[in-house]
């Protein structure tokens, strides 16, 4: 079964830090640009960042620049979010999304359940 | 960066009605566009991809159209399990974006 499961949420007080994992399975991870997405409380996704599959591409959304790292382990199936200076409006879900390249056209076609990460003192 | 701006963000319909969700995009993405639905506590499902291509397992009451700029998706025949949250995003060119969101109420 294809999978993405995250993991490494939590609370955290302001200025404090993260790691937040996301396991794939049942698919050929390393052929994948990888990606990550927040929802805030009550509010619409906001796309994070992304990382090709070979980790020469990497972005990231103004918003998070500079504070925070994506990552990956192709050898172990693991994407990575390192999330440092937290801040009160980092506090969300937090999802992994596979990105989907076909002939047609892109779409982040698999995610992760999420995890919850709350900054708060 | 590139605004996607969905309308209406709220709508109330009934069974059986087609619904129409407008996603506007603030510059030509092309056909670079996907639509996701979600329901409280889950995470995201891929519905539509490249503007119009129905996502593997899709019911065929959904559907996609539009280029450029503006983009609809439709549900045909509303269903009960219909009731959600819809979002398109655009996959041309980083930043991606997220539209705010279309929130379906089943009447």
């Known amino acids: 079964e294809v999978q993405l499961v995250e993991s490494g949420g939590g609370l955290v007080k302001p200025g404090g830090s993260l790691r937040l994992s996301c396991a794939a399975s049942g698919f050929t991870f390393s052929s994948y640009s990888m990606n990550w997405v927040r929802q805030a409380p009550g509010k619409g996704l906001e796309w994070v960042s992304s990382?090709?599959?070979?980790?020469?591409?990497?972005y990231y959304a103004d918003s998070v620049k500079g504070r925070f790292t994506i990552s990956r382990d192709n050898a172990r199936n693991s994407l990575y979010l390192q999330m440092n200076s937290l801040r009160a409006e980092d506090t969300a879900v937090y999802y992994c999304?596979?990105?989907?390249?076909?002939?047609?056209?892109?779409?982040?076609?698999?995610w992760g359940q999420g995890t919850v990460v709350t900054v708060s003192s | 960066d590139i605004q996607l701006t969905q309308s209406p963000s709220f709508l109330s319909a009934s069974v059986g009605d087609r619904v129409t969700i407008t996603c506007r995009a603030s510059q030509g993405i092309s056909s670079y566009l996907a639509w996701y639905q979600q329901k409280p506590g889950k995470a995201p499902n891929l519905l539509i991809y490249a503007a119009s291509t129905l996502q593997s397992g899709v019911p065929s009451r959904f559907s996609g159209s539009g280029s450029g700029t503006e983009f609809t998706l439709t549900i045909s025949s509303l269903q009960p399990e219909d009731f959600a949250t819809y979002s398109c995003q655009q996959l041309n060119s980083y930043p991606l974006t997220f539209g705010g969101g279309t929130k379906v109420e089943i009447k």
């Open positions: 999304a596979r990105r989907y390249s076909g002939y047609t056209g892109d779409a982040f076609d698999i």
């Open positions: 990382i090709s599959s070979s980790r020469i591409y990497i």
